[in-house]
């Protein structure tokens, strides 16, 4: 959609506008976020299925011991939402999205629309309310995911078990569906307080106005905006949008035969994604435990040191004329456009210790243009007596060039594998050199 755009539509008759859209002034605070935490939990976490999906198409008896059998066995006693919280705060998440309800119709909420929900089981936790206080308590803004397709409501009202196959699975066809929806959307946006994003994985028609009608301020992502599932976009997007991505091959706990992407190659889809405009909400599975997996957790603690760094060319940036030049990213500040970020490929292609120099064609210098690197003050190389770490910055004809030592000690053996990046102040983009820097870009990104 086009930012600015008018957020509310008459209704015939009635007198009064309708909300249509996200308000703008909350589409650009999604846009400054950055990046989130999605969280994928269900029942059917205990024997490690793909999320509510072994549900479509499935035999009476699996369904009979899917609905009936799980609940009687969920019971996550090691669950501390605190700790996911904390953890999700130190990766630099700035929202989280929760599974209130996947396709299976389960709800992960002490829901009055259906038994078919975690009350009903050895938990016994309102996990939804938990998890709620506890993001909020760091400051991370609050997303619910909701399915308006629900295989139990099918199931129980004898229409097959499918995603979007039949007439009946779309909300907008079938009132009875409508109503349930209504029903729980209604306790999900007033019985626990402010919520900042709402998820529709499925038809939104007629239930997006009805989360804007409940809390106008909240941003609909999916349903709304584009939300592109294991995918980047080739170029950037215009207004906001969100990729979604899972760690490993599955959304929810997979036990077997789930290899999980480096801490490197989630730490550089972050940066792609903020260079081409995005978000990136990037999922775990926990265990059905209530432990989000060691694996997991690991790389969440790896992001968490490049965080720690670097995190304010991430977060309220928006993209620079040009998104890479060669390997090396840009995003630029929201509230200074003369200050830019260049993410610089770490590990064996930038060494502990070695001195390196840059050609930045696209980006054109002065006398007031100055360099940093995130995190080190580029004054000592640890161990080393007399090393000269100083930044060099050089207008020239041909870019900028920027002359600067890798020198900020992260591991015990210096082989810290991830981009270092460096903030370049009081510059202008360079047209004359960008055209096929532009196209060298687009094309390395497909």
């Given at each position: 959609m086009v930012l600015g755009v008018c957020a509310f539509a008459s209704v015939t008759g009635m007198g009064q506008a309708q909300q249509t859209a996200n308000l703008p002034d909350k589409e650009q605070w999604f846009m400054d976020l950055g990046f989130g935490m999605f969280v994928h939990w269900s029942l059917d976490s205990q024997v490690g299925a793909v999320i509510s999906h072994s549900m479509a198409g499935a035999s009476k008896d699996y369904m009979e011991r899917f609905v009936n059998e799980l609940p009687k066995t969920f019971n996550p006693r090691k669950f501390e939402p605190d700790d996911w919280a904390v953890l999700a705060k130190l990766a630099g998440m700035k929202y989280v999205v929760f599974t209130a309800k996947h396709h299976s119709g389960f709800c992960m909420w002490n829901t009055k629309t259906t038994g078919f929900n975690v009350m009903n089981t050895p938990c016994k936790r309102d996990i939804l309310k938990e998890i709620i206080e506890a993001f909020r308590k760091q400051g991370i803004a609050i997303g619910i995911y909701f399915s308006p397709e629900d295989f139990y409501y099918c199931y129980k009202h004898d229409i097959p078990v499918g995603r979007l196959q039949h007439d009946l699975h779309y909300p907008a066809n079938n009132k009875g569906l409508m109503d349930y929806d209504k029903a729980q959307m209604k306790e999900l946006l007033t019985q626990y307080g402010k919520i900042d994003i709402f998820f529709f994985d499925g038809p939104a028609e007629e239930l997006k106005e009805y989360a804007w009608q409940l809390q106008p301020a909240i941003v609909v992502t999916r349903g709304h905006l584009e939300t592109p599932e294991q995918r980047l976009p080739d170029r950037p997007i215009p207004g906001p949008w969100?990729?979604?991505?899972?760690?490993?091959?599955?959304?929810?706990?997979?036990?077997?035969?789930?290899?999980?992407?480096s801490g490197t190659q989630i730490i550089n889809?972050?940066?792609?994604?903020?260079?081409?405009?995005?978000?990136?909400?990037?999922?775990?599975?926990?265990?059905?435990?209530?432990?989000?997996?060691?694996?997991?957790?690991?790389?969440?603690?790896?992001?968490?040191?490049?965080?720690l760094v670097n995190t304010e060319a991430i977060h309220a940036i928006r993209p620079w004329n040009i998104i890479k030049e060669g390997d090396i990213w840009f995003t630029r500040s929201k509230t200074n456009e003369t200050t830019v970020y260049a993410f610089v490929p770490g590990g064996n292609n930038w060494q502990f210790g070695k001195r390196k120099e840059f050609i930045l064609k696209t980006l054109e210098g002065n006398e007031q243009t100055q360099a940093s690197i995130l995190g080190y003050a580029s004054e000592l190389i640890e161990y080393r007596k007399g090393a000269d770490a100083t930044i060099r910055v050089y207008p020239t004809p041909l870019g900028l060039v920027v002359s600067a030592v890798n020198g900020h000690r992260l591991y015990t053996n210096n082989q810290w594998p991830n981009p270092v990046v460096l903030k370049i102040e009081n510059v202008k983009y360079k047209p004359e050199n960008a055209i096929m820097e532009q196209k060298s870009s687009i094309d390395g990104a497909k």
């Open positions: 969100e990729a979604c991505f899972t760690m490993g091959t599955d959304w929810q706990y997979k036990p077997t035969n789930d290899p999980h992407k889809m972050l940066i792609e994604t903020r260079a081409k405009g995005g978000n990136l909400l990037m999922n775990v599975g926990p265990k059905p435990d209530g432990e989000i997996q060691i694996e997991q957790e690991a790389l969440l603690r790896e992001i968490a040191l490049w965080n």
